[in-house]
């Protein structure tokens, strides 16, 4: 249990940090359910928002459109910003080199063209 709790773990945040970020993306991007659940315009999330937009799917203001685009990114930019430190983690905790960490022991034997 030692084992798994002091070398696993760890291993795995880049991991569960990456998972997160996707699955936040996903979820903040996502169109269909909140169509269907919300009833009033008033209620829609920003991505559902836009395409309601007055005059149809990106079809006149679009400086507005993509000011509205721009907004609706922060959201996934803080989430990343918030994951990245476990990305730079892992990878000074696991205590190969970029030498080590990019050169498989087999590729000695491979011949780039």
């Not at 996502?30 to 928002?49: A, D, F, H, R």
């Not at 679009?62 to 910003?81: E, Y």
């Amino acid at each position: 249990m030692q084992i798994y709790v002091r070398i696993f773990i760890p291993m795995l945040l880049q991991l569960l940090a990456m998972l997160a970020v996707f699955t936040f993306m996903a979820k903040w991007n996502e169109i269909l359910l909140p169509v269907i659940c919300l009833m009033s315009n008033e209620n829609y999330t920003l991505p559902v928002g836009m395409l309601c937009w007055p005059g149809g799917l990106w079809f006149g203001n679009d400086p507005q459109m993509l000011a509205a685009a721009l907004l609706g990114l922060i959201p996934i930019l803080s989430v990343f910003l918030f994951a990245e430190r476990y990305f730079v983690q892992n990878h000074s905790a696991s205590g190969l080199s970029d030498s080590e960490l990019y050169l498989h022991p087999l590729a000695k034997h491979v011949r780039c063209l």
